[in-house]
């Protein structure tokens, strides 16, 4: 059963936005905590954001820093990635990932463990 589905990827040019989201159509994302993940061809996975299920803990990658923002809508169970001053290295197909334990953003994001549940992606492409 699928219990992460993201949403909202597309083609934008350089500089412009883009807001991913992660809904889950059985688990109540309130009580896990949740990153954002990305991949770029030929590249790792890296963790890009990751929030806590206590909403004020949140974790940012230093590439997205001041231009992403993660955030929760617990009315909609989902999970939001608004990304702003898209560059080309921004690119890649971006992963939702839901552990419902006590791991920390900080870790999740870093170690990309432990995850529950991951989402199938969304691809990104920041293109002119």
């Known amino acids: 059963q699928v219990q992460v589905v993201e949403s909202g990827g597309g083609l934008v040019q350089p500089g412009g936005s883009l807001t991913l989201s992660c809904g889950a159509p059985i688990i109540t994302l309130e009580d896990y905590t949740v990153g954002w993940f990305r991949q770029a061809p030929g590249k790792e996975r890296e963790g890009v954001s990751c929030i806590s299920y206590n909403p004020g803990s949140t974790y940012y990658a230093d590439s997205v820093k001041g231009r992403f923002t993660i955030f929760r809508d617990v009315s909609k169970n989902t999970v939001y990635l608004q990304m702003n001053s898209l560059k080309a290295d921004d690119t890649g197909v971006y992963y939702c990932?839901?552990?419902?334990?006590?791991?920390?953003?900080?870790?999740?994001?870093?170690?990309?463990?432990?995850?529950?549940?991951w989402g199938k992606g969304a691809q990104v492409t920041v293109s002119s």
């Open positions: 990932a839901a552990d419902g334990g006590t791991t920390t953003p900080q870790a999740m994001c870093i170690l990309g463990d432990p995850v529950q549940y």
